[in-house]
């Protein structure tokens, strides 16, 4: 692959608070400020985006580190968040982004593998990699049989 790699966005105001993504091959997405700020429910906001763009990036680092060392993960699922904090200067960060990785496998033996996996998909993540806030990821594995899944 040549480097750099450049991924084009369109973003377009369709109201005070809201508009849409667009970016060639793929959908485009309504976006607006969150209801916090005005914008309407049901959409989804930057703040959504942010934290969603590192859980999106520890599943996809994991899920290619797990194939290439041939581990068997019958799922992946995670449960996201982000705190966003007003600091002294008043303005608003995303402070924190916690990732709760829930990893199915159907050997008990690979339990520990798939915590050093995970551990090691974060520490590449180029996502969590280029941010400021800081990022604790607690994950869990779950042993069960693909007929369970």
Partial sequence: MEE??????D???EGLKTGFLDSPDIPALDVASPPQFGGPAGVWSPEHLF?????????T???AIADRSGLEV?????????????GDDRLYKITDV???PRVVVADPAKV??????????????????SIAATVHVEPSVIVAS???V
């Fill in 51 to 59: 934290v969603a763009s590192v859980a999106s990036c520890l599943m």
């Fill in 112 to 129: 520990d593998r798939v915590l050093r996996l995970i551990d090691k998909a974060e520490q590449v993540c180029l996502i969590s990699r």
């Fill in 98 to 100: 916690t990732l709760r």
């Fill in 11 to 13: 973003v377009k105001s």
């Fill in 74 to 86: 019958l799922e992946y699922s995670d449960s996201a968040s982000g705190m966003l904090v007003r």
């Fill in 61 to 63: 680092t994991f899920r």
């Fill in 146 to 148: 693909p007929a369970q």
């Fill in 4 to 9: 750099p790699h450049f991924y084009r966005v």
